[in-house]
Nanobody, 131 residues
Framework: VRLAESGGGLVQEGGSLRLSCAAS????????LGWFRQAPGKEREWVAS???????GYADSVKGRFTISQGNGKKKVYLQMNSLKPEDTAMYYC??????????????????????????WGQGTQVTVSS
């Protein structure tokens, strides 16, 4: 499985960006797809996720501003980011897990004990929000 993010960039506070993640070699019918971010000097944090039933979940910090969606036969996942704030500045990573539900995937991501046999990450795309 290969994940490739795109769509990051520099935007002013209050602006919008749409991140895309293309998944190749992804044929699983049960999965969790998600976005995480990591700012310099900070821990990686979960942003949003969607499971194979299409149920989305959002971190409180982005709820109401970000929307996660799937496309292209579920081989793409998008993150529409509106009303961006300087604190949204980070490297954004696309993630796919084929073992756990999204709740467990997030839990294990924070424990940093996800297996590379079932869990995949992209290289990241930088989002910078200027004030």
């Amino acid at each position: 499985v290969r994940l490739a993010e795109s769509g990051g960039g520099l935007v002013q506070e209050g602006g919008s960006l749409r991140l895309s993640c293309a998944a190749s070699g992804f044929t699983y019918s049960t999965y969790c797809l998600g976005w995480f971010r990591q700012a310099p000097g900070k821990e990686r944090e979960w942003v949003a996720s969607v499971d194979s039933d299409g149920n989305p979940g959002y971190a409180d910090s982005v709820k109401g501003r970000f929307t996660i969606s799937q496309g292209n036969g579920k081989k793409k996942v998008y993150l529409q980011m509106n009303s961006l704030k300087p604190e949204d500045t980070a490297m954004y990573y696309c993630m796919a897990d084929t073992r756990f539900t999204c709740d467990l995937t997030i839990k294990h991501a924070y424990q940093d004990d996800l297996s590379s046999d079932d869990n995949f990450w992209g290289q990241g795309t930088q989002v910078t929000v200027s004030s």
